[in-house]
């Protein structure tokens, strides 16, 4: 499990296409890095990777096809910035809310427009996720935990504020730019209890 609450920014170093799969190399950047163990879980983008291999600098994870086809991971290129975070202990604080690492869809930046200090992003999501975000709600955008502001018929509307824009790869996403999406898992949970209820 993650939090959402990015630890540092990386790039992807290579990506190595092995028979539809592929293996990623991601230079860790600002993440810290102490102690890492072969089988950790990392965020890389919101998508929860295994590192397989891995140095002082950098670790290596298996993306399987489903993962390059349903998340950002399959075009991006290398060098692209990418948001980092290390699985959760059980006695830290949980800043931003639970994230399991496991992408709903792909959507992507309509608008930034600046909003103050702030900019406000303006994201289209696939119509199937749009049941599941809520005003005041959270949203995992690229592994960052960010509250919806305001939800339409097409997306929604988060305000990035300047420590997370100083922060995160969203220095490196601009408009029309893919995402990866995951919604609260506490909206998932309750949809399942209510239909289960109903055809109990």
Excluded at 61 to 83: F, K, M, V
Aim: proline share 3%; hydrophobic share 45%; net charge negative.
């Amino acid at each position: 499990m993650f939090t959402g609450l990015v630890q540092g920014v990386g790039r992807l170093a290579a990506r190595d296409m092995r028979g539809g799969d592929a293996r990623l190399r991601v230079d860790v950047g600002t993440l810290p890095f102490e102690r890492v163990e072969p089988g950790e879980s990392i965020s890389v983008n919101g998508v929860c990777l295994t590192v397989v291999a891995f140095d002082a600098h950098a670790f290596e994870a298996d993306a399987s096809n489903e993962t390059l086809a349903l998340t950002t991971l399959g075009s991006l290129r290398p060098g692209a910035l990418l948001n980092l975070e290390r699985a959760l202990r059980a006695d830290e604080r949980l800043g931003g809310h639970l994230v399991s690492g496991h992408v709903d869809g792909v959507g992507h930046v309509r608008r930034i427009v600046v909003d103050a200090r702030a900019q406000r992003w303006t994201f289209a999501a696939p119509s199937p996720l749009l049941r599941y975000i809520a005003q005041k709600g959270s949203i995992c955008v690229d592994g960052v935990s960010l509250t919806v502001n305001a939800v339409d018929a097409g997306g929604f509307d988060v305000a990035l504020i300047p420590h997370t824009l100083a922060h995160t790869a969203f220095a490196g996403t601009g408009e029309g730019d893919g995402v990866n999406l995951e919604v609260d898992l506490v909206a998932r949970y309750v949809e399942r209890l209510l239909t289960t209820r109903d055809t109990a």
